[in-house]
C-alpha cells in the first residue's frame, strides 16, 4: 500500500527566503508525483507534474525535483511571498498492484509567509 | 468547460435523508476521481474512473455510499441515509489520461449534515 508522508507539517518564514518542502512515498512503482496548494476553503490547484522518467520541472518560483528510486521529492519556493502561504500538498500515481492509477496524498504543509 | 464543475457547492441536509453530488469533469478528460476532505484533514480517496468503468472502489466508506459515470462524462455520488460523520467537502478531480495525466480539481461540494 502506497503511503506518502511530507515534512514539514508546517513552515513559518519570513518574506523572501527561499524554502524547501518535501516528499516522500514508501512503494516507487509510480507513474508521476503532481505537487498541488490549497488556499483556505477551495479546492487544490495544480503546481507541477513530474512524470516517473523525469528529474525535475520548473514553473515561475518553482522548483520539482523527482528520486523515483528513493521516493523523495522536493519542492523548492524561491524568493517566497505572503501569497504563496497556502497548504501544499504532493501526490503520487500509483503504477502497480491493485493501485495502478489511484494518486495518493501527502497529508501536506502548512506553508505561512510572513512580510 | 474550462474546468472541472461541481455542484452543488453548498448543501445542508437532516441525518437520514440521500444526497447526490455531481462532478462535471473536463470535456474529453478520460479519468475522473472522488475524494473526501473532513475539516482540517487530509484527501480521503473514495473512488475513482478510467471512463465509466470503476477500477478501485475500496474507498468507498460503506455501502451508504455509491457513485456512477456516464460515459467518460458526468459522475453523481450518491449517499443515501446520510450520518453527521459524512460532514466533509467532496471533492472531484479529472485528468485527460489515467495513467500519465494531469489531475485538475473542482472547487468542492461542501456536505454539512445536522
Known amino acids: 500500500k502506497q503511503e506518502v508522508t511530507q515534512i514539514p507539517a508546517a513552515l513559518s518564514v519570513p518574506e523572501g527566503e527561499n524554502l524547501v518542502l518535501n516528499c516522500s512515498f514508501t512503494?516507487?512503482?509510480?507513474?508521476?508525483l503532481q505537487w498541488f496548494r490549497q488556499d483556505p476553503g477551495k479546492g487544490l490547484t495544480s503546481l507541477l507534474l513530474?512524470?516517473?522518467?523525469?528529474r525535475e520541472q520548473t514553473s515561475g518560483r518553482l522548483n520539482a525535483s523527482l528520486d523515483k528510486s528513493s521516493g523523495r521529492s522536493t519542492l523548492y519556493i524561491a524568493a517566497s511571498q505572503p501569497g504563496d502561504s497556502a497548504t501544499y500538498l504532493c501526490a503520487v500515481k500509483s503504477a502497480g498492484g491493485t493501485s495502478y492509477g489511484k494518486l495518493t496524498f501527502g497529508q501536506g504543509t502548512i506553508l505561512t509567509v510572513h512580510p | 468547460g474550462a474546468g472541472v464543475s461541481q455542484s452543488p457547492s453548498n448543501k445542508v441536509t437532516e441525518k437520514g435523508k440521500d444526497v447526490e453530488l455531481r462532478c462535471d469533469p473536463i470535456?474529453?478528460?478520460?479519468?475522473l476521481y472522488w475524494y473526501r476532505q473532513r475539516l482540517g484533514q487530509g484527501l480521503e480517496f473514495l473512488i475513482y474512473f478510467q471512463g465509466n468503468s470503476a477500477p478501485d472502489k475500496s474507498g468507498l466508506p460503506s455501502d451508504r455510499f455509491s457513485a456512477e459515470r456516464t460515459g467518460e462524462s458526468v459522475s453523481t455520488l450518491t449517499i443515501q441515509r446520510t450520518q453527521q460523520e459524512d460532514s466533509a467537502v467532496y471533492l472531484c478531480?479529472?485528468?485527460?489520461?489515467?495513467?500519465?495525466?494531469?489531475?485538475?480539481f473542482g472547487e468542492g461540494s461542501r456536505l454539512t449534515v445536522l
Open positions: 513530474i512524470q516517473s522518467s523525469q
Open positions: 512503494d516507487s512503482a509510480i507513474y508521476n
Open positions: 470535456s474529453g478528460h478520460t479519468a
Open positions: 478531480a479529472s485528468s485527460l489520461l489515467w495513467n500519465t495525466g494531469e489531475l485538475f
